[in-house]
């Protein structure tokens, strides 16, 4: 059973810069998507970046440019460096993981938009003006 942990939010004024990690344990699958993922107030819960186990890497146009998704694949952590933070991004974020080691060899993965199995915690991310 994989677990996601985050850490790394806390409180930043517009403009600034923070990193989110998250730390993924019993996660051994060969073929995955990991994404980041995060729920502002009030709304629904959005996908913001995603990293396939090909390398493809895909943003949601509200981050592009201004985030980056990394992975470490010797310490089995996700990153998401967050810069230009602006009020808006304010939301608590979750990692979220999902196995695709059941799909056939040519399946080529939208991570962005994937239905995933594992969820973090979350971690909140607030920005003021």
């Known amino acids: 059973q994989a677990q996601l942990v985050e850490s790394g939010g806390g409180s930043v004024q517009a403009g600034g810069s923070l990193r989110l990690s998250c730390a993924a344990s019993?996660?051994?699958?060969?073929?995955?998507?990991m994404g980041w993922f995060r729920q502002p107030p009030g709304n629904e819960r959005e996908g913001i970046a995603a990293?396939?186990?090909?390398?493809?890497?895909s943003y949601a146009d509200s981050v592009k440019g201004r985030f980056t998704i990394s992975k470490d694949n010797a310490k089995n952590e996700l990153t998401l460096q967050m810069d230009s933070l602006k009020p808006e991004d304010t939301a608590m974020y979750y990692c979220a993981a999902v196995g695709l080691d059941d799909k056939p060899w040519w399946y080529r993965p939208v991570c962005l938009s994937f239905k995933y199995e594992y969820w973090g915690q979350g971690t909140q991310v607030t920005v003021s003006s």
């Open positions: 019993g996660y051994t699958y060969r073929r995955y998507c």
């Open positions: 990293i396939g186990s090909n390398g493809q890497i």
